[in-house]
């Protein structure tokens, strides 16, 4: 260090002294490493009084909360060589120790004085070694981390020695053009049907499916066999289905009857919802008054995934994690336990096992819902702690920013996230999240499809997943894995059009699932679920946010603090529980 850092560092303590700013010696030595420590100082300070709570202490918790760029990136690379927190908030606590300018401007001493005093550094050398002070008590910190790290809670992260490998497959951003108009819905229900009917042709039985219109041109009985979107669906007074099929040709009576699936469990029929694309077989009788006839079903099926999918594994040994609905801003907020993910992922919780699962993440997909957003429903105002929509990501800044480089966060928008509510959904805009992509955030339409090592996940918020709820007999918002499965058979996100879900009329439909994925991910109903479906890993997140007034008007009780992460190379999955001792 020499002299004109020195009168650098002085003068930095100075300007600050005057603004009635304190500072920790981390925080000074932080800013001592920018490339120009002068201009960030100021800009420090016109920002910082606009802090919520801001007390007087510009700590590196504080630093964290502003947007300067320059500072973000350089407290990026110190989370990967922290500094124990602990000796901060010592610091801070202990009066002795802080530098307490604000009553230093009381006393009669000179300002530089008392802060050499707090500073513990000698008049004599404040000139070429006084940072080095600061500097090799940092270092010894370092040591002293490195060298307990050392012993048995040692925190080597493989997935730091692994590049990224990721591709987006898709991604709705900026392809959602649409006048809201009647023939874009129109536009989109053909492509949702040409789509379905390539998928469904891909089934070995569907060989010889015939337009309706030729069906209904039939005068005399005869065996068929065609597909089509379900208009209508209704059970008659015995009991059977009765469905109204169309295509882009006309409309076909199906009686499906209520005994044609020898099952025990719960029924394809009964699992049936409007909109969906099925094949039948059966036998047509055309009817003699010149009305329409009707085809007797033999056997019928939806799309479905092939029962021998064998899905794409990683090479390298590292894993995903699976989060969503932080809902950060909200008064619910958990903070303390999504922290506590926050230092697990750095490597500070748990044991050796838990140490070790976090040694291979490379990936997080925070599957929508970060913040709380404003005005997403009625009276949400009162359950906010932040109803600043540039706050909240200010707060979440707080915590992205203290995940370690090396892993990549994906960041899809739900219905919280200041976007339109519809879907498909576009990312969250720059303008809200600058700071996101200074740390490389990948923000995400709603749904995406994203590669990692090889590896496709299908993320998707949830939202289709109320209507699959309130319209299929025994599934309910506890049992989230039994929904996505029913999105997988119907090989759509929202297969009912016209309930409470909100569509986006564009002219491609994004949510049909044309290439099956290796890991399912959804978020939304707030309770954690895990399963597979035909080797289709299926994973929707817990939260992070208790239970709200809106909440429990559905009667919802949400799973907090669970994170499941998935191994790339195995696709078995680990549910940590961050409320428990881990
Ligand atoms: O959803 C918060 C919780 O409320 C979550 O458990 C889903 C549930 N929820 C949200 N909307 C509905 C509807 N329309 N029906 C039933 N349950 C619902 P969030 O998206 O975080 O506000
Ligand atoms: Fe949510
Ligand atoms: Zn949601």
Redesign the pocket.
């Known amino acids: 260090m020499n002299q004109k850092n020195a009168v650098l560092k002085s003068q930095l303590i100075n300007f600050l002294v005057e603004a009635g700013i304190n500072i920790t010696p981390k925080t000074l030595e932080l800013i001592l490493t920018l490339d120009s420590p002068q201009l960030s100082v100021e800009k420090i300070v016109k920002e910082i009084n606009f802090l919520p709570n801001f007390n007087g202490a510009l700590t590196v918790d504080i630093l964290k909360k502003l947007s300067v760029k320059e500072i973000q990136k350089v407290l990026k690379r110190d989370v990967l060589n922290p500094i124990p927190k602990l000796d901060e908030s010592r610091d801070l606590s202990r009066k002795e120790n802080s530098l307490d300018f604000n009553s230093e401007i009381k006393s009669s001493q000179s300002k530089s004085q008392l802060v050499r005093e707090r500073l513990k550094l000698p008049k004599n050398k404040l000139s070429s070694s006084d940072s080095n002070d600061i500097n090799s008590e940092a270092k010894k910190n370092d040591v002293r981390i490195n060298s307990s790290a050392k012993s048995s809670l040692s925190f080597k992260p493989d997935a730091k020695d692994y590049d990224f490998d990721y591709r987006i497959l898709k991604d709705p951003t900026g392809k959602l053009y649409t006048n809201g108009a009647y023939e874009d819905f129109y536009d989109m229900t053909t492509d949702k049907y040409n789509t379905l009917k390539n998928l469904m042709k891909k089934r070995p039985e569907v060989l010889s499916a015939v337009d309706i219109k030729r069906i209904n041109r039939l005068t005399n009985s005869a065996e068929v066999s065609t597909m089509g979107l379900i208009k209508s669906i209704r059970t008659t007074k015995n009991d059977n289905f009765l469905l109204v099929l169309e295509d882009l040709t006309g409309e076909l009576n199906v009686l499906i009857n209520k005994d044609i699936e020898n099952k025990n469990d719960l029924k394809t029929i009964e699992r049936t919802v409007c909109d969906q694309m099925i094949y039948i077989e059966g036998n047509y009788k055309p009817s003699d008054q010149g009305k329409q006839g009707i085809v007797f079903v033999n056997s019928f099926t939806k799309i479905d995934i092939p029962t021998d999918f064998k899905p794409n594994t990683s090479i390298d040994p590292i894993s995903i994690a699976l989060i969503s ?1 932080t ?1 950060i801003g909200s008064r619910e907020f958990e903070e303390s336990l999504f922290r506590r993910f926050i230092e697990f992922l750095n490597g500070n919780v748990g044991n050796k096992n838990i140490r070790s699962i976090a040694e291979r993440i490379k990936y997080i997909i925070i599957n ?2 970060l913040v709380d957003g404003i005005g ?2 009625p009276n949400q105002f009162d359950d906010l702690l932040i109803p600043d929509i540039y706050q909240q990501y200010t707060k979440s800044m707080e915590f992205l920013s203290d995940i370690p480089e090396y892993i990549k966060i994906f960041y899809v928008s ?3 996230e200041p976007v339109r509510n519809a879907i498909p959904r576009p990312a969250v805009p720059k303008q809200y999240c600058q700071e996101f992509f200074d740390i490389d955030v990948q923000c995400l339409g709603n749904p995406s499809l994203i590669n990692t090592h090889g590896v496709n996940t299908l993320i998707y ?1 949830g ?1 289709g997943m ?1 209507d699959l ?2 319209l299929i007999p025994n599934l309910d ?1 506890n049992k989230p894995v039994e929904a996505m499965k029913e999105f997988l058979i119907s090989r759509h996100l929202a297969p009912v059009f016209g309930e ?1 879900t909100q569509l986006a009329p564009v002219s491609k439909d994004w949510l049909i699932i044309d290439s099956i994925p290796d890991i399912f991910h959804t978020g ?4 954690n679920g895990y399963g597979k479906y035909r080797n289709v890993s299926l994973i929707n997140s817990g ?1 992070f ?1 208790a239970q ?1 007034d ?2 429990r008007s ?1 009667g ?1 009780v ?1 799973t907090i603090g669970i994170v499941p992460i998935v191994e790339l190379d195995t696709l078995k999955p680990q549910i940590l529980d961050f409320k428990k001792q881990i």
Do not use: A, L, R, S
Request: hydrophobic share 30%; charged share 15%; proline share 4%.
């Open positions: 609905d809902h929508g819902d997403v429903y739900g219905n919280h918020h939202e109320h709820n309130m918002i409470k939304h109903v707030h309770i939260c946010q709200t809106f909440m559905f919802i949400p």
